[in-house]
């Protein structure tokens, strides 16, 4: 299978560490993130993905507004740049443990992070990324190739 992730959510799986909007929230990125640990690649989407799934059925939810649609413009020229790639709909990352390294480290030095700006997570974010990372949830294995 594929994780479908907008392009901010790219920044967001570097420091999930199980907090969340609800408990529905937490307990599906707790999935995903173990998708994504599991080596489930990644596909971009443009609007609502995998992470927003529990948050549609709001009466007014944010995945839609345009300061979100913003973000992910942010975070797609950023990633992009970054992995010397156009992060656009249809792209597909496989998060491998030298790239989800990388971009970790990226983010550490705020080299990804303008699509952070105004986000309400942004402190917590930052907490766990000048921690080391610890207790985040989406860890990737190395492959064994026989």
């Known amino acids: 299978m594929t994780v479908r992730l907008r392009p901010h959510h790219l920044l967001c799986l570097l420091t999930y560490v199980g907090k969340g909007y609800t408990p529905a929230f937490v307990s599906n990125y707790d ?31 944010h995945c839609f507004r345009d300061s979100v649609r913003e973000r992910d413009a942010q975070a797609a020229y950023d990633v992009g740049d970054l992995l010397g790639l156009k992060i656009l709909a249809g792209a597909r990352i496989e998060l491998h ?36 990372y610890g207790g985040v949830r989406v860890r990737t294995a190395s492959k064994v190739c026989l």
């Open 31 to 61: 999935c995903i993130a173990g998708r994504l640990s599991d080596g489930e690649d990644i596909v971009v989407v443009d609007g609502p993905d995998d992470v927003c799934a529990t948050l549609l059925c709001e009466p007014d939810p």
């Open 97 to 132: 443990p030298a790239l989800l390294a990388r971009m970790r480290k990226a983010f550490a030095e705020g080299v990804t992070r303008k699509a952070c700006l105004g986000c309400e997570w942004s402190d917590l974010c930052s907490g766990i990324a000048a921690g080391g």
